[in-house]
T-cell receptor, first 113, second 116 residues
Framework: GDSVTQMEGPVTLSEEAFLTINCTYT??????LFWYVQYPGEGLQLLLK?????DKGSNKGFEATYRKETTSFHLEKGSVQVSDSAVYFC????????????FGKGITLSVRP | GAVVSQHPSRVICKSGTSVKIECRSL??????MFWYRQFPKQSLMLMAT?????????EQGVEKDKFLINHASLTLSTLTVTSAHPEDSSFYIC????????????FGPGTRLTVL
């Protein structure tokens, strides 16, 4: 079945550091890929997504590129801020309106001033 | 953006009692809602898919008689944990899929259930 693997956390960075959070997936067909973010005390929010190979999703300075050849969707940001401290989930869904989301374990990012 | 609320945000109950959790889409209609369970430092595990006006579809290993799901309207789904036991203690999260063309899924803030 479909699965998503995220790098182990937690991750602690200083403000303005470069961020990479790895995500790889296993799926049949051509899934859509997502990054969700969960800020403390809040629900998951869609951060960005990509629906086909070589697409780049971007939002709030974060980027991720759908790499079919390496089955990866790594999240990057050039300069993190304290406000980026949250839990980040990589996810995929299959084709079709009724497809389900499959999540990775999530990784906690802490950014110190 | 679209908002999904959950109530209560946290609940503590005695073993053997039943607990109902509500999930509401506040500014959009959702024909499909999803219920997830999240253990500490674990991923969100899909429990069931709830479709308005029909029976929920449960994932393998989830007891439908223990986790009752009702999706009576386009803005409300409820999850009832019946005869709760300490092993049911967890974080329960719902999400709602917008019926519009975007089809995006929006998540509630979650409900922390503790069974004593």
């Amino acid at each position: 079945g479909d699965s998503v693997t995220q790098m182990e956390g937690p991750v602690t960075l200083s403000e303005e550091a470069f961020l990479t959070i790895n995500c790889t997936y296993t799926a049949t067909g051509y899934p859509s890929l997502f990054w969700y973010v969960q800020y403390p005390g809040e629900g998951l929010q869609l951060l960005l997504k990509a629906t086909k190979a070589d697409d780049k999703g971007s939002n709030k300075g974060f980027e991720a590129t759908y790499r079919k050849e390496t089955t990866s969707f790594h999240l990057e940001k050039g300069s993190v801020q304290v406000s980026d401290s949250a839990v980040y989930f990589c996810a995929l869904s299959g084709a079709g309106a009724n497809s389900k989301l499959t999540f990775g374990k999530g990784i906690t990012l802490s950014v110190r001033p | 953006g679209a908002v999904v609320s959950q109530h209560p945000s946290r609940v503590i109950c005695k073993s053997g009692t039943s607990v109902k959790i509500e999930c509401r889409s506040l500014d959009f209609q959702a024909t499909t809602m999803f219920w997830y369970r999240q253990f500490p430092k674990q991923s969100l595990m899909l429990m069931a898919t709830s479709n308005e006006g029909s029976k929920a579809t449960y994932e393998q290993g989830v007891e439908k008689d223990k986790f009752l799901i009702n999706h009576a309207s386009l803005t409300l789904s409820t999850l009832t944990v019946t005869s709760a036991h300490p092993e049911d203690s967890s974080f329960y999260i719902c999400s709602a899929r917008d019926v519009s063309a975007s089809g995006n899924q929006f998540f509630g803030p979650g409900t922390r259930l503790t069974v004593l």
